[in-house]
Nanobody, 113 residues
Framework: QVQLVESGGGLAQPGGSLTLSCAVS????????MAWHRQAPGKERAAVAV???????SYGPPVRGRFTIARDDAKKVVYLHMNMLKPDDTAVYYC???????WGQGTQVIVSS
């Protein structure tokens, strides 16, 4: 059974940084693309970043240049490094295996002064 457990959310100030982690179990981690999505209050869930097995990445326009997705295949962890945070980044962030439609429980990020 695939399990995804996010951590690292919390309160950050505008302009600050946070790093989210997603621990993955139940699959051969290195064979799957990984992604982060987010859902802000009153909005639909939206893709934030995707990291493919060939190392190619894609980012949603609102976070391009500020967020970085990375993976550690040995630890089976995918990260989302978030810099220059804005209040609009406030959302619940979810880890995802796109090809399996598997999701974590989410971690809350609040950006506020």
């Amino acid at each position: 059974q695939v399990q995804l457990v996010e951590s690292g959310g919390g309160l950050a100030q505008p302009g600050g940084s946070l790093t989210l982690s997603c621990a993955v179990s139940g699959l051969f981690f290195g064979s799957y693309a990984m992604a982060w999505h987010r859902q802000a209050p009153g909005k639909e869930r939206a893709a934030v970043a995707v990291l493919n097995t060939d190392g190619s990445v894609s980012y949603g326009p609102p976070v391009r240049g500020r967020f970085t997705i990375a993976r550690d295949d040995a630890k089976k962890v995918v990260y989302l490094h978030m810099n220059m945070l804005k209040p609009d980044d406030t959302a619940v962030y979810y880890c995802n295996v796109p090809s399996l439609d598997s999701w974590g429980q989410g971690t809350q990020v609040i950006v506020s002064s």
